[in-house]
């Protein structure tokens, strides 16, 4: 038996959109990353991205926020790992996909900017 396929309503477009969004920025995405190799607490963080902790931060309360990433508390820290093991197949199957010259493309591409250092 065959799994029903959802149809795109322009409402879940958006959606899909949004979810783009969130990994768009290269801090998040940078983080999603790191955390794809087990858990991390901020300092590992700051240390691995660079940038300030309320940078880091900040970041990390966004991909929380969206469902990307959980957090532990254990005593005085918090360790964050990915809430959602798909980002990590979606991130390894968008570089298999940058093979060639896709990359190439995208960097020169004048429709689709850099994205913006901005908030969640």
């Known amino acids: 038996m065959r799994a029903a396929v959802r149809v795109a309503t322009g409402q ?26 087990g858990e991390r607490n901020v ?19 966004c991909l929380r926020w969206c469902g990307f990433v959980a957090a532990r508390r254990a005593g005085r820290e918090v360790f964050y790992s990915l809430a959602d093991p798909a980002v990590e197949q979606l991130i390894h199957t968008v570089r298999h996909h940058m093979l060639g010259d896709r990359e190439v493309r995208l960097d020169a591409c004048h429709a689709v900017r850099p994205a913006r250092r901005s908030g969640c």
């Not at 801090?27 to 955390?35: A, D, F, H, N, Y």
């Open 12 to 37: 879940n477009l958006d959606t899909i959109a949004r979810y783009f969004q969130v990994l768009s920025d290269a801090t998040r995405l940078q983080i999603v990353e790191e955390l794809s190799g």
């Open 43 to 61: 300092s590992d963080l700051v240390a691995a991205v660079g940038g300030g902790q309320s940078r880091v931060s900040n970041h990390l309360a």
